[in-house]
């Protein structure tokens, strides 16, 4: 049987942060989507699109503040946010992670002739239109979501289990959110909130910062819902979805899993040896102090 500590969470604190927290997402994002598309109809505006993100993100910010205190209390820093100067190198970090790849490949499919890219509006509209979007996706997925799955939810299982475990459970959560709200009802939507979850998980394991995930996630979000219809600034043709799936979720996943993978290796062999070293280092000094040593 396991005792609880000041430093551990009892399991009924965790499991009761988790579903207050869960219960309260679920319902108010269904309220977001259900009641706004009650008011303004089930096709998309921009008014509706500006209502829910704005509601997302001052609900979750005051929830996650009272969440810091009762059950488990945790501070900002451990959901993984630091100062605003080393937090903005993260966010643009983590955009990096995905945008990077994800680009470069977008551009050399296109150049392959295997979609069609066509510019509909003047270079100003278009930087205009994207930093819109960025805004409403900062305040609807990226800073609400974030906050919610990699930041309290990873927080308080990693209070109990290992990092890796803390990852895969916060990705669990966020499946099951996305069926939930409706945002994930097909085999290949669950499949992409899995994956996505996991590997923004496995950004939080290795950056420990929750910056970097709201960077990745937002950059992946513009673009894809830049290109999906409801902004006509730029279109990419691309009817069946091969090069949307290949751009944007299987080379930038996957290298950015690589690239994770690689940093965990590296800082393993740096604390090697910094550990021999140290030993070295200990074992030298041992031996001068030895009677009869000068």
């Known amino acids: 049987m396991e005792t609880p500590t000041a430093d551990r969470p009892t399991r009924a604190a965790v499991s009761a942060g988790i579903l207050l927290v869960f219960a309260a997402a679920t319902g108010w994002w269904m309220l977001l989507i259900d009641g706004v598309g009650a008011v303004t109809g089930t096709e998309y505006t921009r008014g509706a699109h500006i209502v829910r993100a704005v509601g997302a993100t ?6 996650i503040a009272l969440m810091l205190r009762f059950p488990v209390r945790l501070r900002w820093s451990d959901l993984g946010l630091t100062g605003w100067r080393l937090g903005g190198k993260q966010l643009v970090s983590g955009a990096a992670c995905w945008a990077v790849p994800a680009l470069l ?5 296109v150049g392959a002739g295997w979609a069609e890219l066509s510019v509909q509006a003047p270079t100003a509209e278009i930087v205009g239109a994207l930093l819109g979007l960025t805004a409403l996706v900062l305040l609807y997925e990226a800073i609400p979501e974030e906050l ?3 930041g309290y939810f990873f927080a308080i299982l990693a209070g109990r289990f290992v990092p890796v475990w803390a990852a895969v459970g916060q990705a669990a959560l966020f499946t099951a959110w996305g069926a939930l709200i409706g945002a994930a009802i097909s085999v290949d939507r669950i499949v992409l909130f899995a994956l996505f979850a996991t590997l923004l998980g496995a950004l939080r394991v290795v950056t420990g910062s929750l910056w970097s995930c709201m960077g990745f996630h937002t950059a992946f979000q513009v673009t894809a819902q830049f290109f999906s219809g409801a902004w006509t600034q730029m279109e990419l043709h691309d009817p069946d979805l091969t090069v949307t799936a290949v751009a944007f979720v299987a080379v ?3 290298s950015t899993a690589v690239l994770l993978w690689w940093q965990r290796r590296s800082r393993r062999g740096s604390a090697v040896v910094a550990e021999a070293t140290s030993a070295a280092s200990a074992a030298v000094a041992a ?3 030895l009677p009869g040593k000068r």
């Open 287 to 289: 031996e001068a102090e």
């Open 252 to 254: 930038p996943f996957a």
């Open 58 to 63: 001052l609900f979750v910010i005051p929830l």
């Open 105 to 109: 490949t977008l551009a050399v499919l």
């Open 148 to 150: 919610v799955f990699r």
